[in-house]
């Protein structure tokens, strides 16, 4: 949940060391910190807040060394300020962590026992002041780090340095992911490969229990046992240039609009256009005779869309659950469910437990997963991967259309390899999810509708959102989206519901926004926007320009292209996406990193 970055150079290693922390500030950014190695001595900057003030206290008080490590933080333990900023720092020893040290109530119990003082209310500050006690007891830098992980229960990625070593970074892996970057005379570790991105592509995914020590020149790896191990290395497509904004104004702006490409790369990795089928590898249904959807948030709502549509079409059961209770209670699972996670990172903590969770049941896994070489990618045993790029923005928006993308691909797939549907239907619907990219597209052009809408809606303190199918999972994820761009409180219900409770919240000052395509539901759909009404509600329909001639005249319509409905939640995510956006530019919040989130929730 944070972010960690060491680097060992010929030169002074601040700037790379501050610029690799703007890569990585999507994953928390309530404080940052770098700590260098200046003339062999330990020297350290720290900033609450976000990244800028840890810049602006480096303009002002430059830190010089070859040797450095720096973290961006997502708060677990301890409050958000400079003094739980890491580094942390012990005698000669600093470190940076990435992670929750489970037992380090007692940890620092021994430790002040024997004299040690902490200044932070954090858990990591004990990993500096183990490593330095072992040191002090005469054993050397990695024998030191390699007896202090014995003792730490938890996850962690941490990156260390020691006074006097003036040709070392340490690193270790267990729960938190570490990549090591392979530079010329100059060596990396960082939490993923955005943070070395910006000085190499050459990568080692460390794997599970991994230290590592890093040199100006090489790196030596090894297991948790402490044997020496070799470590594939790969080359990752340069991602630079896909990490900048360009011309948007955040990174939230720029995702939604690379939907037509992230959606056309998914749909070329699962569909054969020529062929009008999905393409052979997905998946063999062959005794799979339920799914089980794990997976948070965003993704959780991409999984509760492929449960309409997988049922609909295929006729495979498919069960849902948040990854968070899921791996709490003891699941009913039989031999024949195929467990599929969904992940934007591949390292939310609840989902990967909840993946883990089944393959020691002896179940099989599956992972969709944008980032191809996380730990849900590499422990799943089928991998899914959305190819929708880096996604920067805390908020999920391309990543999420393009997980849906997946989901269509399976339940074409399983509906033609069960014999549910024929090839001439498979054909339709591959036809019809081909159409997607250019119809999201289409859909962008409403932008200035929205943004005019945005103004109007923006003072508002609660905000509902209404659909029914496919359209309830959509309307929960618009509802999230608003929350987490706008802080304005916004709940997404099924249409239907709305009489059991929620109507009591309908008053003429909470806007409504009901999605409704012109499909069977829309009769409904349209009594329970007449509810709306009739208590003085103000309701803007989200509707295709046959809905929107069915549209009763008190409403404010947004019309977007009319699609096919196995496509439709792939189209109405785009204006929700752009609700949440404008309202957010309006309201003056930071949308691409807002108040208390991070974007790869890498605790429990
Ligand atoms: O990386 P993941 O897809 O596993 O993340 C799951 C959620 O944390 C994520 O979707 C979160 O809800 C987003 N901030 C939503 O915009």
């Not at 890491?86 to 489970?102: D, F, K, Q, T, Y």
């Not at 990396?188 to 020590?213: K, M, Q, W």
């Not at 991967?385 to 999920?396: D, F, N, Q, R, W």
């Not at 691909?409 to 159409?435: C, F, H, K, M, N």
Request: one cysteine or more; glycine letters at 8%.
């Amino acid at each position: 949940m944070c972010g960690i970055i060491g680097i060992v150079a010929s030169s002074n290693v601040s700037g790379q060391l501050l610029e690799s922390l703007q890569r990585l500030e999507y994953r928390g950014y309530d404080s940052a910190g770098i700590a260098t190695l200046s003339n062999g001595e330990l020297d350290r900057r720290r900033a609450k807040g976000k990244l800028q003030a840890l810049i602006d206290v480096v303009s002002t008080s430059p830190l010089e060394g070859q040797v450095g490590i720096g973290h961006t933080r997502w708060a677990t333990h301890g409050a958000p300020s400079a003094i739980n900023a890491h580094p942390h720092l012990s005698g000669r020893v600093a470190v940076v962590h990435n992670g929750i040290i489970e037992n380090y109530v007692a940890l620092k119990a021994d430790l002040m026992a024997s004299g040690h003082v902490f200044e932070s209310d954090t858990d990591t500050e004990v990993v500096a002041h183990m490593i330095e006690a072992a040191l002090a007891s005469g054993a050397a830098p990695l024998e030191a780090l390699k007896s202090t992980l014995d003792r730490l229960e938890g996850a962690y990625a941490l990156a260390v340095i020691v006074e006097g070593e003036n040709d070392l970074v340490m690193g270790a892996r267990r729960g938190s992911p570490l990549v090591v970057g392979y530079g010329d005379g100059e060596m990396f570790i960082g939490s993923d490969a955005l943070a070395v991105g910006p000085f190499t592509n050459r990568i080692t995914y460390l794997e599970e229990g991994d230290y590592v020590a890093i040199n100006r020149e090489s790196a030596r790896i090894f297991d948790a046992e402490g044997n020496s191990v070799e470590r594939a290395k790969h080359t990752v497509a340069s991602s630079a240039v896909l990490v900048e904004k360009g011309n948007y104004r955040h990174f939230m702006e720029k995702e939604i609009h690379e939907q037509p490409d992230s959606s056309q790369h998914t749909l070329a990795r699962y569909i054969d256009p020529v062929a009008g089928s999905p393409s052979e590898h997905i998946l063999d249904f062959t005794g799979i005779s339920r799914l089980q959807v794990v997976a948070c948030g965003t993704a959780y709502y991409a999984g509760l869309v492929g449960k309409y549509l997988i049922e609909d079409i295929a006729g495979i059961p498919v069960d849902i659950e948040i990854a968070s209770e899921f791996r709490y209670r003891n699941p009913v699972m039989d031999p024949g469910t195929l467990t599929v996670a969904i992940s934007q990172s591949g390292e939310t903590a609840d989902t990967l437990a909840a993946l883990r969770w089944c393959k020691e049941r002896g179940l099989r896994t599956a992972a969709i997963v944008n980032a191809h070489q996380s730990t849900m990618a590499r422990e799943a045993d089928i991998v899914l991967g959305t190819y929708a790029g880096p996604e920067i923005c805390v908020l999920s928006t391309k990543a999420f259309t393009a997980q849906i993308v997946v989901l269509i691909s399976l339940a074409i797939a399983g509906a033609r390899q069960r014999g549910r549907i024929d090839v001439a239907t498979e054909r339709r619907y591959v036809r019809e999810l081909l159409e997607a990219p250019r119809l999201i597209a289409q859909t962008l052009s409403i932008e200035r509708q929205i943004a005019n809408l945005a103004q109007d809606l923006m003072r508002s303190c609660d905000m509902l959102f209404l659909g029914r199918g496919v359209m309830y999972p959509m309307a929960m994820e618009g509802a999230l989206k608003l929350k987490e761009s706008s802080y304005i409180h916004a709940e997404g219900c099924a249409a239907g519901e709305m009489k059991h409770g929620p109507i009591s919240l309908i008053d003429d000052v909470t806007p409504v926004v009901v999605l409704a395509p012109s499909d069977e539901l829309f009769d409904k759909t349209m009594s329970n926007l007449r509810e709306v009404i009739a208590r003085s509600g103000p309701v803007t329909m989200i509707t295709d320009a046959e809905g929107a001639a069915r549209a009763p005249s008190e409403v404010r319509v947004i019309i977007v292209p009319t699609g096919p409905k196995l496509i439709n939640a792939l189209i109405y995510a785009v204006p929700l996406q752009l609700i949440a956006y404008h309202i957010g530019v309006c309201k003056g919040t930071d949308v691409d990193q807002p108040r208390n989130l991070a974007k790869s929730v890498t605790v429990e």
